[in-house]
């Protein structure tokens, strides 16, 4: 998938500390009102769902124009029951994909997002799988990475620490279920045409044969505009009792949810 213009805006945040001093990973969405990357980001988000073809062969089919289609069977309506609450899962979904992908290094499958039964409906299982291989032929070798990551957003509030702390919880709830995720991408991804991706993701489902490395990360975003002293308040991380392969990773910026919803206002094409 290409890199999405807005990329730009997230900027990492060094120093940032909970109470006791343990770090975490943090970044501040830093944006503006642009038109021309806000309608990138909104076209990034759409192609997550339904693929440049199918949309025109789908409204075709429906005798609908393309906005009117998107906006009735695709994408999540800001006045539907469940609709704001998908778009901010949706996004932060998305958000935490590209920070892997396209600012650390990693391949992230999309597919999650795509032709699910339901406009305002999340699939199940790890939110963002991202993955890296140890040599450039692809071949199995034990210092290969496998991550799971599990977003928890609240972008209407301002506060922090239950959004980290139900991230971090639901992280440790990964290793039981992300195998049963691996193999519904793999089966999803062929689906889709991409079987050079579901290949990628099936030597990740031969642990035991070609075992490799597993992290988990808890993943939260909120609209805490600015992170006073770089200490986030209400919160140790020792409390968090992180197990030694599990990272937290914090986004931050200002009245998020509008945010989304301007975006999601603009996938109409």
Known sequence: M???QYINWIVKEDGVVFEDQQPLNCYKLSYEIDDDILDDWALHIRRHYVTDDELREDSALHRLTVEEYLRQ?????????????????????????????????????????????GKNESEHGTDVIAYRFYTERKEPNKNDELVAVEVKARLSSTEACATIKDSVADSKKDEHRFSHTLDYYRKKLRSMGKSS??????????????PYKISYVGAAISSLPTIEKKVIIGIKGADLQLKTDQSVFYIHGIDLMTLAHQVFERCTK
Request: charge should be negative; aromatic fraction near 14%; include cysteine.
């Open 73 to 117: 069977y695709v994408i999540p309506q800001k006045g539907e029951p469940f609709g704001p609450t998908a778009r901010s899962n949706d996004i932060s979904e998305v958000l935490f994909a590209d920070l892997f992908e396209f600012i650390l290094n990693y391949e992230v499958p999309r597919c999650k997002q795509y032709n699910r039964s």
């Open 197 to 210: 991706e579901a290949a990628d993701i099936a030597r990740f489902q031969q642990k035991t044969e070609y």
């Open 2 to 4: 290409d890199k999405p």
